[in-house]
């Protein structure tokens, strides 16, 4: 697909057209469904289309309520919608049950029919709109998960409400105060789970605050000002986030989604809410747009492909179909908003974003070095999906080199563990890493976990980032031999030929350089030595092909400190972190600064199993 360099309202309708044009050819007249690949749910093929062709109303309904689309563009999803909610109708999208897919479908349709009520909703018949209302009306009489998921029957009752259709206000009340439940300082939510802060916190939990305070603040000004405060007390962090090239940090589930991770920014503008300056808005959302065209992110008919990067489906989970990724049209409802509206006549401006911030709620720090790798280091995160290890509990996730997933189990390839410390048991190939922190901290210098990969194994890992580098401190308690590997950032290979790519020596480590920059690791304490491991292809999300350097050893039965050093930047650095190292505590020093790890106040306290 040619690049469009996104510069303005223009460009960026461009893009948008060049991804919604290649999924024409597999539309069906009248049928809302879209038949965009093979590949299997825990929901059926059926809804699976369905929700295909749901998700682009994220972007379709709003532009055509703005006349952005003309009603000839919009007459396709009118007569498809019409048949979908019609149960006499061989199109009819069926009964809805308790925790369906089509729950979380019903959303784009509930803010389309709010947007497009003039055009769309008053011209119905009364049979039409009877309809409508009952299918969508469903989601009152059934379970709903208590997560973001409530905004979908929240939104329901909202478009209800706006119709002067009768909302269930029981729902309504019911659903808010659960969304509050998960409210916590500095405009942060959780997502269901206290252990999960990730993208469903801005493109779920805020993106649909702010429309309900947009739509809601007559009826309801009181909470549409608290979930607008919100979202201008979360914007000062949620910043953070992303780098000065557009990427943002690969971290959490659903990142199949790609580009709605600039949704909530998106959802600001439509909804006026300016928690950042416009110019600032406008490059957060078109830098993350132009990052996302140097991947290939679509399949050679131009349509998206599950994936991150590139098309790859170890990294998914079990709710992602091909019609999935198109959950990221949330981020073009920037295009509904009026050509005179001060984001799009604003002169785009940078950011301007300390070196390194502590989002207390979140329980992370993050730095963002000279603004090209931000790195985000969480502490106490999971979620129960498919390599949830792997996408919440690594030390450090970054923008730039992204993170891998497992492709199977045996040895250190099929493991991919970057930014983990994995250990197995002397003479076995069956490497594990940290899962949920079974207790964390972080300080405004380090976050800490301990943690317990294998009975009779007890760890605790201090993270200390120092802009570029990290070093990584591993207090370890073990009643048996171990093997111990751990491993630094990704970095790019076009192939994963051991001959083919050498590294170079680097203060008791290794260096290695590669077209998108320079990852070294090095042994400070404790290692044998540090070697180069090429995991299996497709386990990282934005490389195919990678390269981790990994700092490696055997430890006897006993008590052990093990400290490793990480580096992710541009080039070969000139200067590495040192530690002194002493039976109570570790002073990391680099730079002008000297940090002091005390490892009699943060020995083990778990007992050993």
Sequence with gaps: MEKINIVDRASLRQYFDSLLTPTEKYRQAGNGRLNLGSSATHYTQDQAQIEGFLRELWAVGPMYGNGDLSDADFQYYRQAILNGVDPQHPYYWGVVRDYDQLIVEMASLAVTLIETKAKFWDTLTPD??????????????????????????????????????????????????????????????????????????????????LLYAHYMQQEDPKRSALFVARAKSFAQSFQYWFDTNGAAVPFGRSLTYRFAQAAFWSACVFTGVEVLPWGELKTLVFNHLNYWQTLPITKPDGVLSIGYGYENLYMSEHYNSPGSPYWSFKTFIVLAVPQDHPF????????????????????????????????????????????????????????????????????????????????????????VHKPLDLAGKVTDEWVQHTWSPLPAVAIVSTVVPLGEWHVRIHQVTNQRPLQVADGGFSNLLHDSHPDDHPAVNYAGGLGFTSAIGTTVTTNLLGFEQVTRVFPSPNSNLVYPNTIILTAVGTLTSGTHVLISAHYGGDKIPVVSPSVDYRDEEVVVKFANRSIRVDLRKDELTLSLR
């Excluded at 209302?133 to 706006?162: C, D, H, Y």
């Excluded at 911030?357 to 720090?365: E, G, H, S, Y």
């Design 128 to 209: 039409q709109q009877h309809n409508v209302f009952n299918w969508l009306n469903q989601v009152n009489s059934i379970g709903v998960w208590p997560n973001n998921w409530r905004f979908f029957r929240i939104l329901v009752n909202v478009a209800f409400t706006k119709l002067g259709l009768s909302a269930s206000q029981e729902k309504l009340q019911d659903d808010l105060a659960l969304i509050e439940s998960k409210s916590l300082a500095e405009g942060w939510y959780f997502d269901g789970s206290p252990t999960q802060m990730d993208y469903y916190i801005p493109w779920a939990m805020h993106y649909y605050g």
């Design 344 to 431: 799009w006549t604003a002169k785009a401006t940078q950011p301007t974003r300390a070196e390194q911030i502590r989002i207390t709620p979140a329980k992370m720090l993050i730095t963002n070095q000279q603004g090209t790798n931000v790195c985000l280091y969480p502490s106490e995160q999971l979620a129960a999906q498919a390599h949830g290890d792997e996408k919440y509990s690594k030390f450090v996730y970054s923008s730039r080199f992204g993170f891998s997933v497992s492709t199977g189990k045996h040895g250190l390839e099929d493991g991919a563990f970057d930014n983990v410390l994995a250990v197995a048991e002397v003479d076995s190939d069956l490497f």
